[in-house]
């Protein structure tokens, strides 16, 4: 497996914000809407970037060595640097107001006896962060009150199907398909990273006593997650 410096290697070019200021140029000439202030864009949104993603990649580089209690949190983090640095690509003026700044989802607040992770849901808002990125980066558009359920987020994911048959898990990877890689992880964290803050008798009984479907498959996740997530990021740093 890579180290965790080398899932990062095609922004090494980027750790020198003038690098990055060209590439900003480069990316921005390309589009109408920016083409004429390019050069004024790229000043204004270099260093903000840079550091988005030196923030984030600590974040994900410390989750790679940190406990599985905590995993999910820098995981979280780190992603969501990722994606705040990045979508400056294609919305310069992030965030434009602060409606885009909340996380765009919903979680259910408490987790009912006999609590399935793989049956959990996330919700979609009507204004935040995930429909704004999901719109910007990858031109979907969600509609308020949207629900995604966990298990069938997972099995969308190629590196987690083997297992999922394995647990003899339905498959309705099916429904995901609108649904860009990056947005699945960001929800998949997103609601690991909420259940360890402040579901912590659940998510300890889950890591100690190893019991039920959901512990193989959620340490599974966790064990991946950190070489599946960087390379996906790695096309938008080849467009300008």
Known sequence: MLSSDALFSYFIPYESQEMLRRFLV???????SFKEKATKLSYQNAATLHYEWMIGKTYWQEGMLASFYVQPLLYFYGMTHFLKGIILLNDPYYPANSDVLAHGVTSRKRKKKGYSFLEDEVKVQK??????????LFHV??????KWQMGHL???LPHMQSLM??????????LV?????LAIHFLLLYNLSMICRYEAEWWGELLTLSHGEDYPVVKHYLMT?????PPLFQPFFMSG
């Open 127 to 136: 204004r935040g962060f995930f429909p704004h990125f999901s719109k910007e």
């Open 225 to 229: 997650v950190a070489h599946q997530v």
């Open 165 to 174: 048959q394995q647990c003899q898990l339905a498959d309705f990877s099916s």
């Open 177 to 181: 398909k609108k649904l860009h890689p």
């Open 141 to 146: 558009e969600h509609v308020t009150g949207e």
């Open 154 to 156: 997972l099995y969308s």
């Open 26 to 32: 480069r990316t921005y000439e390309q589009q109408p």
